[in-house]
């Protein structure tokens, strides 16, 4: 089956329930599924068929969906663009998957208009958009596509080098949407807020499955913590996706506001990121469970995304569970198991996995090595079957001989409740050759540089304690859009 076949059969059977909606507008499944087709017809006018590119450039808006859609239906892939990103970034991540054609919004309109891939048309979205699919004709679009075709391209970074474009099949957003359902309990009468932009996999693959399960999508444009206290007051929502920096202002606005919450399943994500302390407050306000989870673009949510932190609970470890839908194993580094204790490679098979990198054999073939996708994280099992994230493998800290995880000194930091963010990274040193520092932020002055001293020298070993502490203002950390902490920036502070 096909991301199209599911959306038809919700839109057959749910035809005047609610599909997205976008501030006042709204789009019933049935309406949703009209303009599917009349954006099929128009690419299909435009040559564009099974294997080509769209390329697309906006913020989150009713035409992003309304494409992704059409091109599963005939067989197209979306390349979601990433409007961070500086121009020679851009122009890098369009050439590279030589699209047909080239939509943007008005607001990326300048950065759309540098970008100069010959043989790749552009069209605004909006009048300009509407224009064409009015010209286009009615001939119904061909339905092309095959499961393990692609549909989504997203765009991973990484810590050298251009951005790479990962391809996401049909079989794999599929999956993905199973995986909501079987481990976070999401079902058609949940709504999924899309504030996430659709150039990330919060906004692109939580969307689509929620259409292919019928639920409603509450497109949003950005994140705002107005806008998400107003929805939460009118909508059940099953998963409130909340990266590390947004929790905080939400938080604080329903404590300082009387919001009659309609409903939260489960809120959060990448519960290592976040202060215990946090975790528990906001869970508490929301009545929802805390997304203890584990995945990636490449992944989806799997492979350590089965584990939920009871509502105001304050965890005493992040160990994870196994996500559904997939096999799971910690390698050394000649491939074998390693026992429990021991630390090592996640590897991950399963049908949520990405199809690999676009127009890159090479690294294709070394990270999907013996079949299994290799993700460059390093865990350790425990006895009791969970398993705990150490760190990735390219942040490892070795200092006079000794392996220093940052991940674990990160947690320590974070327990305490007068710190709002730590990172840890490297810094070159003659003798040891490499020490790890920590950068922290605070929510006082109360807590000064001995009492972290003191903390770390209660928790750690000496190896592992940071050799200097680096106080700065929460803001001032670079941030990728999911809210993670750009290592390698911070780690420039230190040139």
């Known amino acids: 089956m096909t991301v199209y076949d599911l959306f038809r059969e919700q839109a057959s059977a749910r035809s005047d329930h609610v599909a997205i909606r976008y501030g006042e507008k709204k789009y019933t499944y049935g309406q949703l599924a009209g303009r599917v087709e009349l954006v099929a017809s128009f690419l299909c006018s435009k040559g564009i068929g099974r294997g080509d590119r769209i390329a697309i450039l906006s913020e989150n808006r009713p035409e992003y969906l309304e494409v992704q859609l059409a091109a599963a239906k005939i067989g197209a892939m979306v390349a979601c663009q990433n409007w961070r990103l500086a121009v020679p970034e851009l122009e890098h991540c369009v050439n590279l998957v030589s699209p047909s054609l080239l939509l943007h919004s008005h607001r990326f309109e300048k950065a759309a208009n540098v970008v100069n891939k010959p043989g790749t048309e552009k069209i605004c ?5 509407e224009a064409a699919l009015a010209n286009a ?9 095959d499961s393990e075709d692609g549909l989504i391209i997203l765009y991973t970074s990484g810590t050298t080098g251009h951005p790479k474009a990962a391809v996401l099949s049909h079989r794999a957003e599929i999956a993905r949407m199973m995986v909501l359902r079987l481990d976070l309990g999401i079902d058609k009468n949940d709504c999924y807020l899309a504030w996430s932009p659709m150039f990330h996999m919060g906004g692109t693959d939580h969307s689509l499955s929620t259409l292919m399960m019928g639920g409603s999508v509450l497109l949003a444009d950005g994140f705002d913590p107005a806008t998400i206290a107003n929805v939460i007051a009118q909508y059940k929502l099953g998963w409130l996706l909340l990266v590390p920096a947004t929790i905080e202002p939400l938080v604080e606005l329903l404590k300082a506001e009387d919001i009659n919450i309609k409903g939260v399943k489960v809120v959060g ?3 290592d990121l976040v202060p215990p302390a946090i975790i528990a407050e906001v869970s508490q306000l929301l009545g929802a469970s805390f997304f203890n989870s584990f995945g990636s673009t490449e992944t989806g949510l799997p492979p350590a995304s089965a584990g939920l932190i009871p509502p105001g609970t304050t965890p005493e470890n992040l160990s994870k569970r196994q996500s559904s839908l997939c096999r799971f194993r910690i390698v050394d580094q000649e491939g074998k198991d390693c026992l429990p204790g021991q630390t090592g490679e996640g590897i991950v098979k399963g049908p949520t996995l990405f ?16 079949g299994w996708f290799h993700m460059g994280d390093l865990f350790r099992r425990n006895s009791d079957g969970s398993f705990d994230f150490v760190g990735r493998a390219k942040y490892l800290i070795k200092s006079g001989g000794e392996n220093i995880y940052p991940a674990e000194i990160e947690r320590v930091l974070l327990s305490d409740p007068r710190i709002s963010e730590a990172v840890v990274v490297r810094k070159p040193d003659a003798r040891w050759g490499e020490i790890p520092v920590a950068f922290v932020s605070r929510y006082t002055d109360d807590i000064a540089e001995q ?4 903390l770390c020298r209660r928790e750690l070993a000496g190896y592992k304690r940071p050799k200097a502490i680096y106080f700065v203002e929460y803001e001032q950390f670079p941030r990728s859009a999911t809210g993670k902490i750009l290592r390698e920036e911070v780690e420039k502070w230190l040139s």
């Open 137 to 145: 004709g009615s001939c119904p679009a061909p339905q092309n596509a």
């Open 269 to 271: 994500c990448m519960a």
């Open 355 to 370: 199809s690999g990198y676009w127009n890159a054999p090479e690294i294709n073939a070394r990270e999907f090595a013996n």
């Open 451 to 454: 009492d972290i001293e003191q």
């Open 125 to 129: 979205l909006g009048p300009d958009f």
